[in-house]
């Protein structure tokens, strides 16, 4: 179920434009999300929080309204694996893929208030499946990075449905030391993200073909979605295929971040 923050009154929530510069800012009251744990307390009772806590709040600050959630991602099965999450919806029905140039957002890690495992506690964990073969460990270390992944995709019409092709633009943001909220280095520093850095593709049946800029330059996006993932965007479930058994323990990916002053540039 997708939900809209109501933190603050419905006012001045739509997106605007700034003709000069080409921008379309994002406020952060009109994006909306989903939280499994507040729906299915039992399957995440491992979490670090209670369910509740895993919806965003908007905090308001002299310089910013940030958005904090912390978001969750599966480690062992691929049900649900995007536990929680952010999507933006765009207002303007005629925004093309071929439009956006650069997506810009300011974001910071509370690395205190998250949950990110090392090899050593994932072996720990895994251990009897390990020792009897059935998980290899070097797949452990393909799934870890040691501060997160934020994953960022903008989606075109019927993202919803496997049964209509749909074009996403995919980008994995790797968490940096420079990016944690007790640096307070990048507090007012933009990550700046071209459309040239994302991953692009047409998507039917869960099969993905790599398309091109130009090819899908004229297709409407639709929105955002922002959600925590592991290094290479899969589970272990994703490398086991019919030989996932569901007895293999859950661990969680929690990322506690800020995100403020989202925008899109586009091309002129």
């Excluded at 933006?88 to 140039?101: A, E, H, N, R, W």
Aim: with cysteine; glycine share 2%.
């Amino acid at each position: 179920m997708i939900r809209t923050i109501t933190a603050f009154a419905l006012i001045g929530m739509c997106f605007f434009h700034v003709n000069a510069s080409q921008v379309v800012k994002v406020h952060p009251q009109q994006v909306q999300h989903w939280n499994h744990p507040a729906t299915s307390p039992v399957q995440y009772k491992a979490l670090k929080h209670h369910a509740n806590a895993y919806a965003p709040t908007i905090t308001k600050t002299a310089e910013s309204e940030q958005i904090r959630i912390t978001l969750i991602k599966k480690v062992a099965n691929w049900h649900q694996q995007h536990s929680n999450g952010l999507k933006v919806v765009f207002s303007q029905p005629d925004l093309t893929f071929g439009q956006i140039k650069t997506l810009s957002l300011q974001l910071s890690l509370n690395k205190q208030a998250s949950s990110i495992p090392t090899l050593a506690q994932l072996n720990d964990i895994y251990s009897k499946y390990i020792d009897s073969g059935l998980i290899d460990i070097h797949w452990l270390k393909e799934l870890l990075s040691s501060n997160g992944v934020i994953n960022i995709k903008f989606f075109g019409e019927h993202h919803e449905d496997q049964n209509i092709a749909t074009t996403f633009a995919n980008y994995q943001l790797i968490l940096t030391e420079n990016m944690l909220s007790s640096t307070k280095i990048n507090r007012t520093k933009a990550i700046d993200i071209s459309l040239s850095d994302f991953d692009i593709y047409r998507q039917i049946n869960w099969q993905e073909q790599q398309v091109s800029i130009d090819e899908i330059a004229s297709v409407t996006v639709i929105g955002m979605l922002i959600t925590a993932e592991t290094n290479n965007e899969k589970t272990l479930r994703s490398y086991l295929q019919d030989h996932y058994v569901e007895e293999i323990p859950e661990y969680f990916i929690e990322l506690a971040i800020s995100l403020a002053d989202l925008r899109l540039q586009l091309a002129d």
